[in-house]
């Protein structure tokens, strides 16, 4: 084992274990669902903040985007932009109303106005899809760390790593609930900001603080010279790449508003107002992070070198670690080897925390929405009692991993980014148009309901399963296949439209029309706050 190596392990141990203390530590003695589900709504803006921006800024952006970046340029450049925008849709149009009208998950929003049971079932369904989605985006850049820590040897290292990270995430959800969790985001969030900041520092060092001969050695090291920082090197070669490109900024920017992970961490906070200024601080600190991490990505192509980047992985997830070992000082070195080790450790630290996070979230959806509305549906009480929703939580976080950990190991080949892109796509098309047509639709009905969750998660996930995601390419899941019908890689043009569509579509042909005091109530409730938990 070379010194980068035992350096990085070491460091990552350390991490691990730290967390592990957090995990005990906020899991003592604490044994309520509004404990486990939003650590009893005691955090302040700072921290839910902290945790957010945590959650959010996952593998996909410090891996997949910064490769994108380094790979193609402006074109990597849009799905930050993306990315960052998203968060004005989130601040104006759910903070706030999510918290005032829900107790732990989404689901809980929509059944306050409509049919309980089956607004849950097809909300829960669709939630755990899209975190399942998201977790194997985290993992995939698991393994792509790995190999690049091993130099490459022992293969089936990533199938081990894959596997440790799905039992690390599975111990943080059993034993330390939402607590935990968010307290393993402020760190990991403190981590990855540090670090991040430490990184570019030394790009603008190098290149004397002028951003202008960074682009130009950047376009340079691109091997595509001028086009490097001109769009279109990935998304402007035809008109249907073009077409792909809009359809990934719709899933991008409408998203975010949909993701389960992030729904429920308006609920870790006492108040609708706390809620919004958790926001507020989260977009301040994504913002500074995607402004970091163009200038890694540019510093890559520049300092390594695209070829150099795709040779180490096609996908280009490991752009940043190989750019901290050339800034150190290069293979060998003393500098490069504890450059390359603290970035290793801090991308490992933000896949952990996330896939915790995203596994919480949809264990709590398997618990407090499916459990529960098929105890409702079989004679059960009216309210699953704490223990056992706990319980049904935890079973869950096991199964939820391992299905996980299984799809992951399909999808190694692709870039973190664009399966990041795929779950963004599946929220938008199912939990987006649902979301805001029960908060701003008088109209709106339980059929609407569940025919918009349905008519946005099916369509979606059958167009990726037939996409270039999925086959007929050099880097799909399935290479050798070719059954790629569908020919964008992100279904968001066509899924999204359909989810609104559908949902109208439900209510018009609906038998039993909306109930206006129901709908009433939530509107006052989801503005005001009165009534909220």
Known sequence: MTGHQALALSLFTAFVSITLAITVWAGRGR?????FFSGGRLFSPLENGFAISGDYLSAGSFLGVSGLIALYGYDGVLYLVGFFVAWLGVLMLVAELVRNCGRFTLADVLSARMGERPVRIAAGISSITVAVLYLVAQLVGAGSLVSLLLDGEAAHARTWTVGGVGALMVFYVVFG?????????VVKGALLLGGSAVLTAMVLAHFHGDVSALLRAAA????????????????????????????????????TAGLPHILVRFYTVPTARAARRSVVWAVALIGAFYLMTMVLGFGAAALVGSGAVRASNAAGNTAVPLLALSLGGGAGSTGGTVLFAVVGSVAFATILAVVAGLTLASSASVAHDLYGSLRRGHGGPSNTPDAREVAVARLAAVAIGAVAIGLTLYAQALNVAVVVGVAFAVAASANLPVLLLTLFWRRFTTR????????????????????????????????????AWFPLQNPGIVSIPLGFLVGWLGTVLSPVPADPGRYAEVEVRSLTGAGAA
């Open 31 to 35: 044994r309520s669902s509004e404990e």
């Open 177 to 185: 609930g939402m607590r935990a969790t968010t307290w393993i985001q």
């Open 220 to 255: 340079h090291g691109s091997g595509h010279g001028a086009a490097y920082l001109r769009p279109g090197l990935k998304y402007g070669g035809s008109p249907l790449a073009r077409l792909d490109f809009v359809s990934l900024g719709l899933a991008l920017v409408l998203g």
């Open 448 to 483: 609407g309901a569940v025919w918009s969750v349905y008519g946005g998660l099916v369509p979606s996930v059958a167009l990726v399963v037939f996409s270039p995601v999925v086959s007929g390419g050099p880097g799909a899941i399935f290479p050798r296949l070719d059954f």
